[in-house]
């Protein structure tokens, strides 16, 4: 048994992703895939465009074996807690030997060498990063800048090089890619990394043409249209009926303006102090908040009043949902200092998933869940964790039309998909 990793968020799961899973198989010659997946609500500070369960089953029946999920506080985060929280899950299932992840780069041992600067942080390195963030910079653009000023001065690299490191450090999912790389090193994991060179579409495109779409591109035009007929051509057979089936059930879709009351509602109450409790909320940043929500009505209009080049959209949007499912900064801190991820959570499987699951059972260092009711045997802070995964799924329901659904608690209500 050879065992690949994957990490993502298949939001739905389309093409691109077909033909990632199919070629990293290739590349790592795999005999069996296993993806850590994230929840109801993902990194980009969104909510899920169905629910976990229909998306992982989308993956299965689509070849991947097993779908674990990652817990929330690091599904819903910046890209290095998603990444440090994905990746210590993998490394703790006992069982995985390769991770495999896209990259507009391609170029891994490029890669490696950015991921080991940023772990091994070389004084004069974080001196070109200490400056730049007091210029106002947001910390993704001041490091990307301390970085080329840092391999200028080293030498190592001509000016074709470090023009090449601009162009990736800037796109997402070289950034994941590095962030993976740094918790691989960081961990001295033994589990070795490949990449895939993405294909066509860039992660943030809303083109549809082509066989080949992102999924945000996928995401907007269900927004707009709300025809799944005119998305076909983008995702596998099986994804197609799955969203069918699910939309007509009315399971989704589901976007962030369907939260945009409850949201509201917590900014205006909330006091400074509260704001200032929540993950990603730093300097300042909730006195602006507090005050923009005060005079709009819709999340575009907050992000535009709030955002600048130190805080990203996709921050802001992150910081809303932190707030929304109540992830502080406390909560973070406790869970690094525990070891991350603390269970591991079955979504989907099939039968060489049964396979993988047996192994880990003696393989895993981190107990594993099939059924909620099991959390009486977790620790307190493994408890804690949980509860925020179960809190989110509680809120995610509540923008679900089948009523027979949204007024459960799906978490114990749905098991894991066994696809056969």
């Not at 909330?270 to 990603?280: G, H, K, T, V, Y």
């Not at 406390?330 to 869970?335: T, V």
Request: hydrophobic content about 40%.
């Amino acid at each position: 048994m050879k065992v690949l990793g994957l990490i993502t968020e298949y939001n739905p799961f389309h093409n691109g992703h077909l033909y990632h899973l199919e070629e990293s198989i290739k590349l790592t010659n795999s005999t069996h895939s296993i993806a850590v997946m994230s929840g109801n609500f993902l990194q980009r500070g969104e909510p899920a465009l169905i629910h976990k369960w229909a998306r992982a089953e989308m993956a299965v029946r689509a070849g991947v074996d097993l779908i674990l999920e990652i817990p929330t506080v690091y599904a819903s985060s910046s890209a290095e807690w998603f990444a440090y929280g994905s990746v210590k899950l993998l490394d703790q299932l006992g069982i995985v030997d390769t991770i495999c992840f896209g990259s507009e780069e391609g170029d891994l041992e490029l890669l490696k060498e950015i991921a080991k600067v940023f772990v091994d942080s070389p004084a004069s390195f974080e001196g070109f990063l200490k400056e730049l963030l007091k210029e106002g910079l947001s910390f993704p653009v001041a490091r990307s800048k301390g970085l080329i000023q840092y391999l200028r001065e080293k030498g190592t690299y001509n000016q074709k090089i470090l023009d090449k490191v601009q162009d990736l450090v800037e796109t997402p999912n070289n950034i994941l890619s590095i962030e993976y790389l740094k918790v691989l090193r960081e961990m001295n994991s033994s589990i070795i990394p490949y990449t895939i060179l993405r294909k066509k579409a860039p992660y943030h495109s809303t083109s549809l043409e082509g066989n080949i779409a992102s999924a945000t591109a996928i995401r907007e035009f269900l927004k707009k249209d709300n025809l799944l007929l005119g998305i076909k051509h983008t995702v596998p057979e099986t994804t197609y009926n799955l969203l069918t089936v699910s939309f007509k059930d009315g399971i989704g879709p589901v976007f962030a303006d369907d939260f945009q009351q409850s949201i509201f509602t917590l900014l205006r109450r909330a006091s400074f102090e509260e704001l200032r409790e929540i993950q990603d909320v730093v300097e300042g940043l909730e006195n602006k908040i507090k005050d923009s929500s005060l005079n709009c009505s819709s999340l575009q209009e907050l992000f535009n009043l709030v955002k600048s080049k130190r805080y990203t959209y996709t921050r802001l949007q992150r910081i809303i949902i932190h707030l929304l499912l109540s992830i502080k900064k406390q909560d973070i801190i406790e869970f690094k200092e525990a070891g991350g991820p603390q269970y591991i959570r079955i979504l989907a499987f099939n039968d060489r998933g049964r396979e993988l699951l047996k192994r880990m059972k003696d393989k895993a260092s981190l107990p594993i869940i099939n059924k909620i009711p099991q959390l009486e045997n977790l620790t307190p802070i493994a408890k804690r964790m949980l509860e925020i995964d179960i809190g989110a799924t509680n809120i995610y329901s509540l923008a679900i039309n089948n009523k027979e659904l949204s007024d459960k608690q799906l978490d114990y209500y749905i098991s894991p998909v066994y696809v056969k």
